[in-house]
């Protein structure tokens, strides 16, 4: 079993829905971070956590450390969201990250 | 400010050739760590720099090593290049190895003919 797990592997949405991606880990952390990649590889950190709750613009991320839980949430999803998106957690020394498998997000018009 | 920057971004090799890898942290981050990423699945931890002294180690043979330089900047290579070295070769450049962001290079494409 992967320390990493994410749900789902593949996520098909219309223009306009709100979309949630999961991941629950099995290793204790020091952060957690949500990581957006495009085609051709380039990773974009979208938000670093370790309690609670973040928001930047349509995205949301929580974070639950008693169940080893967390979710991205992306509100009024439009195309160009259409990306693969990465949950990866930091052990608690802070010298690694351990990655999930990536959800393949595509949101049509 | 440049962010994390990482050269070649493409690069075809022959097994058995060496490969030498660079990346740029961000002015200022003393944190450097490398990932492998093979085609479909999630990257993995190579290695971890924090002021010029490996601080982490992943999973992988000794034909892999690195080293950071005094101005932080820093190299991967791979020596006897397998097919099953193909890869996207992340860098993730860092304040400090504890609590800090992460931020990361656009990567470079490795592929092993």
């Known amino acids: 079993k992967n320390e990493v797990e994410q749900s789902p592997q593949n996520l098909t949405a219309q223009e306009g829905e709100f979309i949630t991606i999961n991941c629950s880990y099995s290793?204790?952390?020091?952060?957690l971070h949500w990581l957006q990649q495009h085609p051709g590889g380039g990773i974009v950190s979208l938000f670093m956590l370790s309690s609670g709750k973040k928001k930047h613009g349509r995205l949301i991320a929580t974070i639950n450390i008693q169940e080893k839980h967390s979710s991205l949430h992306i509100t009024a999803s439009h195309p160009r969201d259409s990306a693969v998106y990465i949950c990866?957690?930091?052990?608690?020394?802070?010298?690694?990250?351990?990655f999930g498998e990536g959800t393949q997000l595509t949101v049509n018009p | 400010d440049a962010g994390v920057t990482q050269s070649p971004t493409h690069l075809i090799k022959t097994r058995g050739q060496h490969v030498t890898l660079r990346c740029s942290p961000i002015?200022?981050?003393?944190?450097v760590s490398w990932y492998q990423q093979v085609l479909g699945q999630g990257p993995q931890f190579i290695f971890q720099y924090y002021e010029k002294e490996e601080r982490g180690r992943g999973n992988f043979p000794d034909r892999f090593s690195a080293r950071q330089f005094p101005n932080y900047s820093s190299e991967l290579n791979v020596n006897a290049l397998l097919l099953g070295d193909s890869a996207l070769y992340l860098c993730?450049?860092?304040?400090?190895?504890?609590?800090?962001?992460?931020?990361f290079g656009q990567g470079t494409r490795l592929t092993v003919v």
């Open positions: 990866a957690v930091k052990n608690p020394s802070g010298s690694r990250l351990t």
């Open positions: 290793v204790g952390i020091s952060a």
């Open positions: 993730a450049s860092s304040l400090a190895h504890a609590t800090t962001e992460a931020f």
């Open positions: 002015s200022g981050h003393k944190s």
